[in-house]
């Protein structure tokens, strides 16, 4: 079956340690996207990709970092710098160009300071 | 710059009873998108409906209606005949025809009282 795959779903965070989220997809999407989301809250929009090797900064970048070497995966690194990492983070991908197509989201990871 | 502003924090309804959860949006763009998605408590990300900026008509999904009112850049969800399932947080979300960049509202948590 065709979808987003988010590993691991729990994940622990010692202080100054950087951790890297994966998440792969076999929708065939060029566009991928990182979200976080804080507890009762929505959800922020990290970075995006529209295509292999291109990524852009989204509203809260800062403290992150992603690569996209290869079109099926868009890996997440949360830095040190990231001084408050505790959230729910939700990857996304979606086919670009289209007006209507919604984002299709993995299940998400969930991420904590020990 | 764009935003999305869901008013609506929580809201409770009677089981069966129809409900509008509330979504503005600010852009200058001529042409956007909006979409609407459900989180139940297990987190993923679900889609419920779209509206294009120059579509005619109210987006229609089996119970799930969008009453789009463009020149109040209003776009909020109605769902008919509810059920205790709907009970979920719901996001408002927008994004730009021109850009692969996606926002989200806070969000709205509907609880359905049996």
């Known amino acids: 079956d065709g979808g987003i795959t988010q590993s691991p779903k729990y994940l622990f965070r010692k202080e100054g340690q950087n951790v890297t989220l994966s998440c792969e997809q076999n929708l065939n999407h060029d566009a991928m996207y990182w979200y976080r989301q804080d507890p009762g809250q929505g959800l922020r929009l990290i970075y995006y990709?529209?295509?292999?090797?291109?990524?852009q900064k989204g509203d809260i970048a800062e403290g992150y970092s992603v690569s996209r070497e290869k079109k099926e995966s868009f890996p997440l690194t949360v830095t040190s710098a990231q001084k408050n990492p505790t959230a729910f983070y939700l990857c996304?991908?979606?086919?670009?160009?289209?007006?209507?197509?919604?984002?299709?989201f993995g299940d998400g990871t969930r991420l904590s300071i020990l | 710059a764009q935003k999305i502003t869901q008013t609506q924090p929580g809201m409770f309804v009677q089981e069966k009873e129809a409900v509008t959860l509330d979504c503005t949006y600010d852009t200058s763009d001529q042409s956007y998108g909006l979409f609407w998605y459900k989180q139940p408590s297990s987190g993923e990300m679900i889609f419920l409906i779209y509206?294009?900026?120059?579509?005619?008509q109210n987006a229609t999904e089996g119970r799930y209606s969008l009453n789009f009112q463009k020149a109040r850049k209003s776009a909020n969800l109605v769902i008919s005949a509810s059920q205790l399932g709907d009970s979920a947080m719901y996001f408002c979300?927008?994004?730009?025809?021109?850009?692969?960049?996606?926002?989200f509202g806070s969000g709205t948590r509907l609880s359905i009282r049996p």
């Open positions: 996304a991908s979606r086919t670009p160009g289209t007006g209507d197509q919604p984002q299709h």
């Open positions: 979300a927008m994004r730009r025809s021109s850009a692969s960049k996606i926002i």
């Open positions: 990709s529209q295509i292999v090797n291109d990524f």
């Open positions: 509206q294009g900026s120059y579509d005619e």
